[in-house]
């Protein structure tokens, strides 16, 4: 996957703080994708894995991801059409002329 390969590359990048945010990135990808972990794990070389396990020892767990509800019909307002809009689904479609 792409993404897999770009935190793997961010985490072996020159500049420190490039590092540092990659491996911040593939704990966050492994907590969301335990299920690929692995093989992101098997893409790193043997110090960059041993400070990713560390960071990841040390980081707290990922708070549960809040899946967006929708509120009900009545909570919900809808805003006034105007006065110049259809009134409804059997409306007939108005034809604005163009003026030059």
Known sequence: LVL????????????VDVRS????????????????????A????ASTRALVEEEAVGSPPPP????????S???????PRAASEPSGRGA???IIEATR
């Open 42 to 45: 098997m893409r790193l070389d």
């Open 4 to 15: 897999e390969e770009t935190i793997v590359r961010c985490a072996a990048d020159a500049a």
């Open 73 to 79: 019909r009545t909570a919900m307002r809808r805003l």
């Open 92 to 94: 007939e479609p108005q």
């Open 21 to 40: 945010l990659g491996r911040q990135a593939i704990i966050a990808y492994s907590a969301a994708y335990s299920e690929r972990s692995l093989v992101v």
């Open 64 to 71: 549960e991801a809040e899946r967006h509800k929708l509120g």
